[in-house]
T-cell receptor, first 113, second 113 residues
Framework: NAGVTQTPKFRVLKTGQSMTLLCAQDMNHEYMYWYRQDPGMGLRLIHY???????AKGEVPDGYNVSRLKKQNFLLGLESAAPSQTSVYFC????????????FGDGTRLSIL | AQSVSQHNHHVILSEAASLELGCNYSYGGTVNLFWYVQYPGQHLRLLLK??????LVKGIKGFEAEFIKSKFSFNLRKPSVQWSDTAEYFCAVNTWAGNKLTFGGGTRVLVKP
């Protein structure tokens, strides 16, 4: 049982490039989340999904897009990367909203030059 | 919007010392409360959670937290820390009406051997 798997683990991009981060969970969770972690700011929610085919904006959605075409996968896209998007990105999933704890992936360290 | 404050950004202490980390939230309704721990280079793991009932909650590795509703607080404690407790600790809050967690900014704890 892998839990929450994120790919890739590390990536370096140039400003203006695009990329997609993949999150996959094998726990049949309905809810999935994308966070970014920056020093001193904790985790901030980018986008989340309450089920297959649904997405919603979180606290810091600008510059990101997401898709949840399959229940087990939640993709985070950067259309035109900016240095301000240099961060560690975490995906999480949960069975129910808030009541059950969220399970986190190992993170993706993304650097934008 | 709800917010979570962790007043200590960095804590340094020696092994066997007692630890207390503060967490305050701003939301007047019913909440679910969590403490997560992030060991260096790893993802977040659930330390303990409070949903209802006894306001003193015990978690893994000897940690406990006390929910004081009148003070909007959920402080984390450990009577005697070990070097292996070196990590960053995050408080998080979810409201029963919400779909997502709000995280505090984190407290980095360094335990000197």
């Amino acid at each position: 049982n892998a839990g929450v798997t994120q790919t890739p683990k590390f990536r370096v991009l140039k400003t203006g490039q695009s990329m997609t981060l993949l999150c996959a969970q094998d726990m049949n969770h309905e809810y999935m989340y994308w966070y970014r972690q920056d020093p001193g700011m904790g985790l901030r929610l980018i986008h989340y999904s309450v089920g297959e085919g649904t997405t919603a904006k979180g606290e810091v959605p600008d510059g990101y897009n997401v898709s949840r075409l399959k229940k087990q996968n939640f993709l985070l896209g950067l259309e035109s990367a900016a240095p301000s998007q240099t961060s560690v990105y975490f995906c999480a999933s949960s069975y129910e909203t808030g009541v059950q704890p969220q399970h986190f992936g190992d993170g993706t360290r993304l650097s934008i030059l | 919007a709800q917010s979570v404050s962790q007043h200590n950004h960095h804590v340094i202490l020696s092994e066997a010392a007692s630890l207390e980390l503060g967490c305050n939230y701003s939301y007047g309704g019913t909440v679910n409360l969590f403490w997560y721990v992030q060991y260096p280079g790893q993802h977040l793991r659930l330390l303990l959670k409070y949903f209802s009932g006894d306001p003193l909650v015990k978690g893994i590795k000897g940690f406990e937290a006390e929910f004081i509703k009148s003070k909007f607080s959920f402080n984390l404690r450990k009577p005697s820390v070990q070097w292996s407790d070196t990590a960053e600790y995050f408080c998080a809050v979810n409201t029963w009406a919400g779909n997502k967690l709000t995280f505090g900014g984190g407290t980095r704890v360094l335990v000197k051997p």
